[in-house]
Structure formats: structure tokens, C-alpha cells
């Protein structure tokens, strides 16, 4: 055993260095690098709300081809709608404003007599309601009352009655409890309407109360101020051309707010910004978001990107040009040809 120990220790502490004898020649040495990393895409977003509201429609799901433009999902529109109604209809109010703001311009003094007539008429209207309310209802109104306050009260007795014998059925198993409900829903409307017919019915056997009379008053107290403004505007020189640029500044403030309530309307419809495909599961329909929050995951097919972390020794050795040969474990053994696109400058 010490003889095989001397032997070997001989062996292992042998300096000699076997070499391969070669003529010399010139040729081209290249090194390779492998590296591993991930595939990406430039393409890859989160299409968010551009406003708070509840997702109603969501019309793609996981693995979905979109196209740029597509919609994607849908927020409630019905408060959008209506803004956008009443946005249109102060518009055209603005713009009659305007109409008749021009129209004084042209026919101011004509417009002046036919606001003093005007409000003439307003206050001869005021002081008929006036004697109407002093003298109180006439034999026909009374009539009329009367019988609305008949009509009431049939339909609560007949209410009443059904939601007796509904509420017996309910209790024998033999009806739904929903026409129950129903019943009682009804029988409440008969007792309400029965309780203002008789309310009615009362004041109109009481005659007009002390604050009506007093209301009428003051209606006619007002109709007479009218006419004292409409006959001082009848004699001052009025600038029409200020009122006409004054309505114009109104049309254009409420075309601004048509358009913002139009822009608020499309931005409720959610679209695909690229073409792609979706990437997760998108979010319900009844969610309730906020502005930014995402819908789903768009991720773009335009072009696909290798990214791997090469050692620091190496990285002074990565310029953008070089060719580099991908392999994708997911795709096979086959493997694609590319160039290096950049090097991150804080690359370590």
C-alpha cells in the first residue's frame, strides 16, 4: 500500500504537460454566450375606465383576438344619457335666447309694447285668480270632488277586498307570496288616493284658505312690478348689442357643456387601443370602478422581445446589431435568428 501511495503521489505531483503538436495558421475565433430570459412585447397595457362608473357589458374573456378600436366592455350610460339631454336642452333654450336677443336688436321698440301688454295681461290674470280665490270653489268643482272622492273610495273597498282574499289563499299554500305583495302594494295606492280625494274634498267645502288669498295677493303685487319694469324698459335705451353678445357667450357655454357630456358618453364605451389579444380574466360585468381602474390586459402582437441578464464580465461585449439565436423551451427544439436591440446603460 505505501508503494501504491509513492506511486501515485508521483503521478499526481507530475509537472508534465501533454501537447498537441499543430502547424500554424491564421483563423477567425468567435465566443458565445448563453443567457437565459423572458419573452415580451412593447404592446402591453391595462385598458382602464376613463371615468368612475358601473361596468354593465364586458363582451371579451381570456385568450380573445381584439382589433384597434374594438370595444371592449361598456359602463352604465344612463345618468351619461340624461346629462346629455339636458346639456341639448339648455343649449337650445341658449340659442332661442339668442334668437330672441337678435329679434330685439331688430324690433326693439315693437318688443317693449308687447312686454308692456304683456304684463298687462299678467295682471289682469293675477287679479281674476285673486277674486276666483276670494269667492271660492264653484257648485261644479264641488261636484267634481265629490265624485273623485266616490271613485277613491270604491277602489280602496275593492283593493281592500282582493288583498283579503289574497292574504287567505297565501295562507292555505295556494298563492304565491309575491301576490300578496302585489295586493298590499296595491290596497296602500287605494288608501292614498282615497286619503287625498277626501283631503281635497275637505278643502274644497272649507273654500280657499286665508294663505291662498294671501298668495294671490302677492301674485298680483308681483304682475304689477312687472309692468312698471316693462314700462321703465320701454323708455330706457337699451344697448341691444350687449344683450346679443351676452346670449351668444350663453350658446357657446352650453355647446361646451354638450360636448363634454358627449366626450363623458364615449368615454363610457371602452375600447381596444391596438390590435392584440386579451391576457387574464377581464373584470365582470357590475363592477363598479374609478378612473384608471383596468378593465382588462391588451398585449400587443406587434413585436415580440427577448430580455436576459448577461454577467458583468460580459456586458462591455453586448453591442446592439449582433446577431443572437433565441430558443423557446414552450415552442420545441426549434429556435429563431434576431439582433441585439439595446443594452440597458445601468446594466451591472
Known amino acids: 500500500k505505501q508503494a501504491q501511495a509513492k506511486v501515485t503521489e508521483a503521478l499526481v505531483l507530475d509537472k508534465t504537460v501533454h501537447v498537441a503538436l499543430a502547424s500554424a495558421a491564421v483563423k477567425t475565433l468567435s465566443q458565445t454566450l448563453d443567457i437565459t430570459g423572458n419573452l415580451t412585447t412593447a404592446d402591453d397595457v391595462q385598458i382602464g375606465a376613463k371615468q368612475a362608473g358601473r361596468i354593465t357589458s364586458v363582451f371579451v374573456k381570456d385568450g380573445d383576438a381584439v382589433s384597434a378600436g374594438q370595444v371592449v366592455a361598456e359602463e352604465d350610460t344612463t345618468q351619461l ?42 295682471v289682469r290674470s293675477a287679479q281674476a285668480s285673486l277674486a276666483k280665490a276670494q269667492a271660492g270653489a264653484r257648485p261644479e268643482e264641488r261636484a267634481q270632488t265629490k265624485a273623485n272622492l266616490d271613485a277613491a273610495k270604491a277602489n280602496l273597498v275593492l283593493a281592500k277586498r282582493d288583498l283579503g282574499r289574497k292574504k287567505a289563499l297565501v295562507d292555505e299554500g295556494a298563492l304565491a307570496h309575491t301576490s300578496l305583495d302585489q295586493a298590499q302594494s296595491t290596497y296602500t295606492a287605494a288608501m292614498q288616493s282615497y286619503t287625498n280625494a277626501l283631503q281635497a274634498e275637505l278643502e274644497t267645502e272649507r273654500g280657499n284658505r286665508s294663505e291662498d288669498i294671501d298668495v294671490a295677493h302677492e301674485a298680483v303685487r308681483q304682475a304689477q312690478e312687472q309692468l312698471s319694469t316693462a314700462r321703465t324698459t320701454q323708455k330706457l335705451d337699451i344697448t341691444w348689442d350687449q344683450a346679443v353678445e351676452s346670449a351668444q357667450a350663453q350658446v357657446t357655454s352650453a355647446q361646451a357643456q354638450v360636448d363634454l357630456a358627449r366626450s363623458n358618453l364615449s368615454d363610457a364605451t371602452i375600447r381596444a387601443p391596438f390590435s392584440g389579444r386579451i391576457s387574464g380574466i377581464p373584470m365582470q360585468a357590475g363592477t363598479v370602478v374609478s378612473p384608471g381602474t383596468a378593465v382588462a390586459r391588451l398585449v400587443g402582437g406587434a413585436g415580440a422581445y427577448f430580455e436576459g441578464q448577461v454577467p458583468e464580465n460580459m456586458v462591455k461585449y453586448a453591442k446592439p446589431g449582433q446577431t443572437v439565436s433565441i430558443r423557446v423551451d414552450a415552442a420545441g427544439t426549434g429556435t429563431y435568428t434576431g439582433v441585439v436591440a439595446g443594452v440597458n446603460p445601468m446594466g451591472n
Open 81 to 122: 344619457r340624461e346629462q346629455l339631454r339636458t346639456a341639448l336642452g339648455q343649449l337650445a333654450g341658449a340659442r332661442a335666447a339668442l334668437a330672441q336677443a337678435q329679434s330685439n336688436k331688430a324690433y326693439g321698440p315693437a318688443k317693449s309694447s308687447a312686454a308692456v301688454r304683456q304684463a298687462q295681461a299678467a
